[in-house]
């Protein structure tokens, strides 16, 4: 491990040269500095990801899975449930497995103290 005073290709090639095998692939972001490594002898595929208006028009991304799990710490911490009520949300007790027969059942909590009753159509 080496630590660079800069990310220029100067820099940077020499350090791979001396430390990679000649032929190798690598895989990198799209930095500029990177351009120069197929001279160097290197198999050098870059992972571009798009812009998020291309994304938007169906660009596939680099990290599909990435994105998803940083969206997915967005919207918890923005507090949602992603579409689902807390009525739908099963609340447990602690130490009770979903088949253990002798937890007691959910509790349903209404949020009026009315009682929950639809009108009947005929």
């Not at 001396?18 to 290197?42: H, M, Q, V």
């Not at 660009?59 to 507090?79: E, F, M, T, Y």
Request: glycine content about 8%; some cysteine.
């Amino acid at each position: 491990m080496n630590v660079i005073p800069d990310f220029k290709a100067s820099t940077i090639i020499p350090l791979l040269t001396r430390n990679i095998a000649p032929g190798s692939t690598i895989y990198t972001d799209g930095l500029k500095s990177f351009e120069g490594l197929k001279e160097a002898g290197f198999q050098h595929i870059a992972r571009i990801q798009p812009l998020r208006s291309e994304l938007r028009k169906g660009a596939k991304s680099a990290v599909p899975l990435a994105d998803r799990a940083i969206g997915n710490l967005q919207q918890w911490l923005i507090g949602t449930h992603h579409g689902v009520s807390k009525g739908q949300l099963q609340l447990r007790q602690p130490g009770c497995s979903r088949f253990a027969a002798s937890c007691p059942a959910p509790v349903r909590r209404s949020r009026s103290s009315a009682p929950n009753r639809l009108p009947k159509r005929f």
